[in-house]
């Protein structure tokens, strides 16, 4: 090899030595097969993905998906009682009629044997099906024996929501019932329920007695003083009602009084004719 080109070989291995150089740690791959670092802490989406919940997508979407169309049928079974039609339906004829005929076999055959059997508002005759309600009424004659009916056994109003299941047209029927039929709100539910109005028990009062009655406030007032105030007025009160009420006397446990007893020995029989007994008068 020509000298000139060793010599410059050899500069230029110089110029390379004497550069600067800057190591880099090199990066160990995971091995094969194995995606995630051998050591740290899951991330919280690994974890929630590894740990199995109690039901998967598909199966709460078939689940809210079932009872959603149960739903849908009762609906459409109380507005085909409310239009007349009372005869019973097969799950097919119902599904027919709500154009629901691509239902899985499996929804309905668990319409036909628990959903629908086993519903309040559903009654079942020979395999078929027809709506229920709480009440047999359709008339406005037949609501007012119901709610004189209630009435007369104290079992209280019916709701205004459980008559428009039974009643076509419940707005107008109670509307023609008038004065004999009253509407309370409950306060808790807001809820409105109607109730019988029986004219047999209205009392008939002097208009100035009512206005003594409503001008006298006993609000707050202690019986005592009420009593007390009557007997002014010369009105005895009724005491014969009244029950007195006597405390029970407390008494501290451990001091009962002992009933004195003979005393009776059990043990040293044998010195029955040795032991003598002084009393001291």
């Not at 319409?111 to 059997?117: G, M, N």
């Not at 056994?153 to 709701?159: E, M, N, V």
Request: charged share 30%; with cysteine; net charge positive.
């Amino acid at each position: 090899m020509d000298k000139s080109l060793l010599r410059e070989r050899e500069l230029f291995l110089k110029r390379a030595r004497a550069l600067p150089v800057v190591e880099r740690p090199n990066r160990q791959s995971p091995p094969h097969g194995n995606s995630s670092p051998a050591s740290g802490p899951p991330s919280a989406s690994a974890s929630k993905h590894s740990v199995p919940s109690y039901m998967d997508l598909p199966s709460k979407q078939q689940f809210a998906g079932k009872f959603n169309l149960l739903s849908r049928i009762i609906k459409y079974m109380k507005n085909r009682h409310l239009e007349g039609d009372t005869h019973p339906l097969s799950v097919e004829e119902i599904l027919e009629e709500t154009m629901l005929t691509d239902t899985p076999k499996s929804i309905v055959k668990w319409l036909e044997d628990e959903a629908l059997p086993n519903n309040v508002k559903i009654l079942r005759i020979n395999h078929k099906f027809v709506f229920r309600p709480l009440y047999k009424v359709r008339n406005r004659d037949e609501l007012y024996a119901l709610l004189r009916k209630h009435d007369v056994k104290g079992l209280g109003g019916i709701y205004l929501d459980d008559l428009m299941e039974c009643l076509p047209d419940c707005e107008n029927v109670l509307a023609s019932l008038g004065d004999d039929a009253l509407r309370i709100v409950n306060p808790t539910d807001k809820k409105t329920i109607i109730f019988f109005n029986d004219h047999s028990s209205e009392l008939t009062a002097d208009e100035v007695f009512k206005q003594y009655w409503r001008a006298i406030s006993v609000e707050g007032m202690p019986e005592a003083k009420i009593e007390e105030y009557l007997q002014k007025q010369g009105i005895q009160s009724m005491s014969a009602d009244k029950k007195k009420f006597t405390p029970a006397i407390k008494t501290k446990k451990g001091m009962r009084k002992r009933s004195e007893r003979p005393v009776k020995i059990k043990d040293n029989l044998h010195m029955n004719d040795v032991l003598k007994e002084f009393k001291t008068d």
